[in-house]
């Protein structure tokens, strides 16, 4: 996880040095489509990615209710 994060980090600043520097047109001309592509891609599955979630979220407040009850049934 940590090393996730380090990497985003890095990734976010690589980024911000590629904005500030002169050769940042340059690096990006190549594969701006690339770059293109990668958000269209993202936007298209947001949707199914916040469904997905949504239903995980529903699926465990209803296991969680399921083992309240549960438990007050039992007495423990």
Known sequence: MAEMKSA???????LRYLGRSANAA?????????????????TFRAPFRLQENLRQRQA????QEFYARLRASRGF
Do not use: T
Request: no cysteine; hydrophobic share 45%; glycine share 4%.
């Open 26 to 42: 340059k690096f990006w001309r190549g594969r701006k489509r690339y770059v293109h592509a990668a958000m269209m891609v993202y």
């Open 8 to 14: 985003a980090r890095e990734f976010a600043q690589l």
């Open 60 to 63: 465990f407040n209803e296991r």
